[in-house]
């Protein structure tokens, strides 16, 4: 008999987990929606020529596999590369610049490990077809606006972009190609520390010296405009970095005018993010209270799009993962915590009395109330402790007694306190402490 196992790397979400996964999808949909964001939805399954060449390194990651047809597809990487094909694919349907978010799963052929699965769920956030820096401004403010709004305690979005650390490169006498190995060695800045970074780059062909000041530059650190102005200076003989710290002055004015707390973001040149695509301004939300990683990030791809639509069409976006944020707010304790769906559990007295308490049950979804039922009539003890272990808060009774008196019975499992109400004042009840748990 084959095991009774889930696939490695992938992941059973069972009840409890899945509220709190809810509850953080919905805050993102909730603010994406308030930024007039549109819902997208692209299949699990692309052509694999649709990512390939796409992700660099990272593309031997990517689940292939041929179908009964003989065609060679691939399980979505991220949620970008597909918005990519659509946006070259629907050209004529769509209105750009197009905000639009996306949620659902992605796979990548990883060594699973804490926070790290060959399932997940990513929800996306891009803004296509601008570059403007209020674009990248508006993108790092929801993320901030989002990590507060789940509660996550000190948390500092780091920014970044690429042409500073091509600048950083070239001016320390690096040639165009080998800034591709200085982007992957700062990469792991925060794993192997500047030790490990010193003896990467040393490794791939840089010069000591040369190692010792990208390093000395990478490091700088203060205040977000102490930093550019630090960079503006080193790196003035570089036009290409002149222009992107520019850029990434005019994203922070944008951020200070959108009322994003300044303790919230900082400017980290040693900031490199993986994935090559990346064109502009990077970034990355980190915690000190989660020190394996970042808890999400993204950038600017100006040239992504234009593989698939023949023109340039610069974007800007970023990937929220679920599971990591899911990871770290229960470790953190953060979020509610809901063990049920349901505020009223209506208890079955007697066989007569269930076609009325049915109806009682319709009434208090109809007041918007979730409203679990039970399936036999019998002893209420019983009933009351089948919805307290559930984790109901109110149980309902409709008696003979009540029903002549047009009562309800309404207990409230979590204080003790018990009660005898005309009907509709039950129901006004439970509408005022579903409005209070909001
Ligand atoms: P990326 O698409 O690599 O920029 O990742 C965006 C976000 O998705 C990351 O910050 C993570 O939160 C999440 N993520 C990426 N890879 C994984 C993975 N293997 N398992 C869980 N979450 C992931």
């Not at 891009?126 to 674009?135: C, E, K, Q, R, Y």
């Not at 039950?426 to 909001?438: D, P």
Request: charged content about 25%; aromatic content about 8%.
């Amino acid at each position: 008999m084959a095991p009774i196992q889930n696939v490695k790397g992938m992941r059973d979400h069972l009840p409890a987990d899945m509220m709190l996964r809810q509850y953080i999808v919905n805050t993102l949909t909730r603010i994406s929606e308030s930024h007039g964001f549109e819902p997208l939805q692209t299949p699990i399954i692309e052509y694999a020529e649709t990512l390939e060449g796409k992700l660099g390194d990272e593309e031997k990651l990517i689940y292939r596999f041929e179908d009964h047809g003989g065609r060679r597809l691939a399980l979505r990487y991220d949620q970008t590369v597909p918005l990519a094909r659509v946006t070259a694919q629907y050209a004529g349907q769509l209105t750009l610049p197009w905000r639009r978010y996306a949620y659902g799963p992605s796979y990548r052929g990883e060594r699973p490990a804490r926070g790290r699965y060959r399932e997940f769920y990513q929800f996306d956030l891009d803004i296509v077809g601008s570059a403007s820096p209020l674009a990248d401004a508006e993108i790092v403010a929801m993320l901030c606006e989002a990590l507060t709004a789940l509660g996550f305690p000190g948390f500092v979005t780091l920014l970044n972009h690429r042409q500073i650390i091509g600048g950083i490169a070239r001016v320390s006498g690096l040639s165009e190609e080998a800034a591709g190995g200085v982007y992957r060695a700062i990469d792991k800045f925060d794993k192997i520390g500047a030790d490990g970074v010193r003896a990467e780059l040393i490794k791939s062909g840089v010069t000591p010296a040369a190692a010792d000041q990208i390093l000395e530059l990478v490091q700088i650190d203060g205040t977000a405009d102490e930093v550019l102005d630090a960079l503006a200076q080193k790196l003035a003989a570089d036009e290409r970095a002149v222009a992107a710290i520019a850029n990434l002055r005019a994203v922070l004015n944008g951020l200070m005018a959108m009322g994003v707390p300044a303790e919230q973001y900082r400017v980290a040149p040693r900031l490199a993010r993986g994935l090559s695509y990346y064109t502009g301004v990077v970034f990355e939300a980190i915690t000190p209270h989660w020190p394996e990683g970042s808890l999400l990030g993204g950038g600017r791809y100006d040239d992504l799009i234009g593989l698939f639509a023949g023109r340039n069409i610069p974007t800007v976006g970023l990937a929220f993962g679920i599971d990591r944020l899911h990871d770290v707010m229960i470790e953190l304790n953060l979020g509610p915590r809901p063990q049920t769906t349901a505020l009223a559990f209506v208890t079955l007295f007697g066989a007569e009395q269930v076609a009325e308490s049915l109806r009682l049950a319709a009434e208090l979804r109809a007041a918007g109330i979730n409203t679990l039922i039970a399936l036999e009539p019998g002893n209420i003890g019983k009933q009351f402790k089948e919805a307290d272990r559930r984790g109901v808060r109110f149980a309902l009774v409709l008696g003979p007694d009540e029903l002549a008196r047009g009562e309800v019975v309404i207990k409230d499992l979590q204080r003790g306190e018990q009660r005898s109400l005309p009907r509709a004042a039950a129901i006004s009840l439970l509408a005022e402490a579903l409005s209070e748990g909001k």
